[in-house]
């Protein structure tokens, strides 16, 4: 098991009503774990999964990605606006 730290922004955050929590992850922890993990607690974010970015330590993260234990997790929600 691993634990990563998630922060959420904008409207994810407000959906969650927090703006970090530390979530437990199996090994490998991928990006499909981690969502999976994440939906199960929160299932209301099920329809952002596909629609939003994750930044592991500050930088945007391909969808190849394997977490680490102590890795920081944002969750950027779509933007919108014109």
Avoid: C, K
Avoid at 7 to 30: H, K, N, Q, S, Y
């Amino acid at each position: 098991m691993i634990r990563v730290r998630v922060r959420f922004f904008a409207m994810i955050r407000e959906i969650t009503g927090v703006e970090d929590l530390w979530l437990e992850l199996p090994e490998p922890a991928t990006a499909t774990v981690f969502w999976e993990q994440l939906t199960n607690r929160y299932p209301e974010l099920q329809p952002y999964r596909h629609q939003s970015r994750l930044a592991v330590n500050q930088e945007y993260a391909s969808g190849d990605l394997l977490l680490r234990d102590g890795d920081e997790v944002g969750i950027i929600p779509p933007v919108s606006g014109g």
